[in-house]
């Protein structure tokens, strides 16, 4: 089975740092796509950022200058900086991948439990 374990998550000031990863596991043929979404209490998931093979990137404007993804390809990880931490960053932050279990079946896509991310005084 796939497994996406997030950590990193906990409770920070504003202003501060804080840095969630995200490493897949399980029987994986490729990863084509991994990203980081997440959702507060009341409200939609929305995508916070995501990297794809080859290395491109693409943001959420609220987090744009100060969050930043990367990830490691040996090791199927991946992270999301998060700097300038704001109350509003204030959410669940899920682990997303789009990858293929087997080379002759399609891509899906798998999510990860959620990490708590609290940014208050």
């Known amino acids: 089975q796939v497994q996406l374990l997030e950590s990193g998550g906990g409770l920070v000031q504003p202003g501060e740092s804080l840095r969630v990863s995200c490493a897949a596991s399980?029987?994986?043929?490729?990863?084509?796509?991994m990203g980081w979404y997440r959702q507060a209490p009341g409200k939609q998931r929305d995508m916070v950022a995501v990297?794809?093979?080859?290395?491109?990137?693409n943001y959420a404007d609220s987090v744009k200058g100060r969050f930043t993804i990367s990830r490691d390809y040996a090791k199927n990880t991946v992270y999301l900086q998060m700097n300038s931490l704001k109350p509003e960053d204030t959410a669940v932050y899920y682990c997303?991948?789009?990858?293929?279990?087997?080379?002759?079946?399609?891509?899906?896509?798998?999510w990860g439990q959620g990490t708590q991310v609290t940014v208050s005084s």
């Open positions: 997303n991948a789009i990858l293929q279990v087997f080379r002759s079946r399609p891509p899906m896509t798998y």
């Open positions: 399980g029987s994986i043929f490729s990863i084509n796509a």
């Open positions: 990297i794809i093979n080859g290395g491109s990137t």
